[in-house]
């Protein structure tokens, strides 16, 4: 079975989809009517699978093939613009080539990259970042703000 997971809805995000996993045990505990389950996202899939493969592409080239091939949604999959060049991948998780593609981009670019899932979606983003769902509308959520002067808000 697949649980669904989504934040309550705001004037800002409307019923957001936080986690998206599927059920791999459930136990029924001792207090009467208490049920335990342990739910896994679909990055257990990626860590999971173990396969040879060779791809010539940049890191969010192979990051972006993996995630179609699995049939799985990419969601923010950070661009390095950093061709890797051939990458062979012998008895590797699809979880490790993502990661292994990405610490060699990280020896150019100078940026360390995680990944994640975020709701139905699988993220690579830089380490540090943080995805928060969350609609900023000027006059509205933002009251004070020391942006630099070249940096404005922009109403839609």
Known sequence: ??????????????????????????????????ITYTC?????????????????ATAEGIATSIISEFGLQAGIITPTGVNIGTSVFEDKSYYEMIVDSYKKASKSTGIKYYVSMEGAYVMVLPEGYTYVPLKIEKGKNIIHTDLPKDIQLIEN
């Open 1 to 34: 079975d697949l649980i669904w997971f989504f934040m309550d809805a705001t004037d800002y995000v409307p019923n957001y989809l936080c986690f998206v996993g599927k059920i791999y045990e459930t136990t029924k505990g001792t207090n009467k009517g208490t």
């Open 40 to 56: 896994l996202d679909f990055l257990n899939n990626l860590t999971k699978s173990i396969t040879n493969k060779t791809y010539e």
